[in-house]
């Protein structure tokens, strides 16, 4: 059972413009929200996270959006480098109930910018 | 500064072999982790620790056993290798406050 889910396993946006990726989650106890980024043969790093009492947070070109009635969040890139090309996962934690002891992650989504 | 730093970096096993990975961090964090990656299932955890002397279960234990003597350490060990373990695995740690993870480089297993 999925928890977290990235439907799509891949997006191309050209260079400059504004890259979406989204997540949807199923469990109501998740809280807070991470978004992590990973470039092949190296760990993920952590790009932005959320607290469920936001419904937005910004971080430079990095926006999260938050929409607890659909249990969904996204992630906009403005305006997308080649330097975002990577891998972008998704990951959520119940810090009420479990004390954010566990992250749970999507599938990912391989983001490539094209110039 | 070295942060997480997994040994060995790349392994490659026969059926039946056992292996220990080992994890060390550098940054005094409280929470440690082994994930696992496999493509199109996202990273999925397979044991934690919330301190010193302490393990957990995460969502796929079986075939793996944990163990964190030491604060700075935490070690994963496969005893009886199967081609269903071949993976990139993930040592991560975090303070004991919620924030984010700071994940090693990654360990590529292949068991033949």
């Known amino acids: 059972d999925q928890q977290v889910k990235q439907n799509s396993p891949s997006l191309s946006v050209q260079e400059g413009r504004i890259s979406i990726l989204n997540c949807d989650y199923t469990?109501?106890?998740?809280?807070?929200f991470l978004w992590y980024k990973k470039y092949p043969a190296e760990g993920p790093t952590f790009l932005i996270s959320?607290?469920?009492?936001?419904d937005k947070n910004e971080d430079g070109r990095f926006t999260v959006f938050l929409n607890k009635s659909a249990k969904h969040l996204s992630l906009h890139i403005v305006p997308s480098q080649p330097g975002d090309s990577a891998v972008y996962f998704c990951a959520a934690s119940a810090r009420r109930i479990q004390g954010a002891q566990k992250l749970v992650f999507g599938q990912g989504t391989r983001l490539t910018i094209n110039p | 500064n070295a942060g997480v730093t997994q040994t060995p970096k790349f392994r490659v096993l026969k059926t039946g072999q056992s292996m220990t990975l080992l994890c060390a961090q550098d940054m005094n964090h409280e929470y440690m982790y082994w994930y696992r990656q496999d493509p199109g299932m996202g990273l999925r955890l397979i044991h934690y620790s919330v301190g010193e002397g302490t393990t957990a279960k995460g969502e796929v234990p079986d075939g793996y056993n944990v163990s964190r003597l030491k604060k700075q350490n935490f070690l994963l060990g496969l005893e009886s290798a199967a081609p269903s373990q071949t993976s990139v695995y993930f040592c991560?740690?975090?303070?004991?406050?919620?924030?984010?993870?700071?994940f090693g480089e990654g360990s590529r297993l292949t068991v033949l």
């Open positions: 959320i607290s469920s009492i936001k």
């Open positions: 469990n109501s106890m998740f809280d807070y």
């Open positions: 991560a740690s975090r303070t004991g406050s919620p924030g984010e993870l700071f």
